[in-house]
DNA sequence: AACACTACATAGCATTGACAGGTACCTGTC
DNA sequence: GACAGGTACCTGTCAATGCTATGTAGTGTT
């Protein structure tokens, strides 16, 4: 509707720090995958829209911190693909994330309350 | 429980980016409000403790942005005080970054119960 | 051969939040 | 009246992340 709303877009993308962390985290919950499939995985969510430029630097930082372990495969059709998966440390940390995402998400919730007291 | 959690700390201080702007323009929802006294009702809320020199730039963006107004009252007690009123601009814009952000709770949400498939 | 799609990777840029520090006003007290 | 402590505002510097652009390379299609 607007054009142009830099203000707008600024601050979508400021959100996504951390967040886009987080994502990648709990897609990686299900199961193994590799980077280029999660790309197209939070391309289906509208909010999370990534592109590799942004994916592999936290799938490096991820794997820095041992919160996920990588091993290459070859594929059928294309080049090998590096799939990354989850470590127990991993899923301890994402536990940790979801529980400290939920408070952020109540404390914001309780904020818009007060205003309608 | 943990010493020196780099990672974890690091990783809520960029989750806060762009969220803080969303609490403060939320808190401004009930009616006008100092930055001091800001800094104040946002500590009362353990994930969004924050303080001046983080609150006085934001205000200002907000207010460049004509999001919110500025005015002086003295105070009987300390300094005179700098008050910060939602615009009609700053309320729809408020609107919008609310909903966005409830998308964006959706969206995690969903990718959470996938692993639970 | 040219093109498109898959797949991974890195460099440079812009923005934000954290921390430290600075200014200044007011009240109480020694 | 000097000093401490609380109130209140503001700015500069730094670190970290996400975005865009770009590059490399394998596979399949026309």
Chains 1, 2 share one sequence.
Do not use: C
Request: charged content about 25%; hydrophobic content about 30%.
């Amino acid at each position: 509707m607007q054009m142009s709303d830099t203000f707008y877009d600024n601050w979508t993308t400021q959100l996504r720090k951390g967040l886009l962390e987080l994502a990648i985290l709990n897609t990686l919950g299900a199961g193994p995958l590799y980077g280029y499939d999660i790309v197209r995985r939070l391309g289906d969510v509208d909010s999370l829209v990534i592109n590799e430029g942004t994916v592999y630097p936290i799938l490096s930082r991820l794997r820095n911190e041992q919160y996920v372990e990588s091993y290459i495969e070859e594929s059928s059709s294309g080049p090998p693909r590096k799939y990354y998966r989850l470590t127990q440390r991993g899923r301890e940390e994402l536990r940790r994330m979801n529980s400290h995402w939920t408070s952020l998400h109540e404390a914001i919730g309780q904020l818009r309350k007060e205003r309608a007291r």
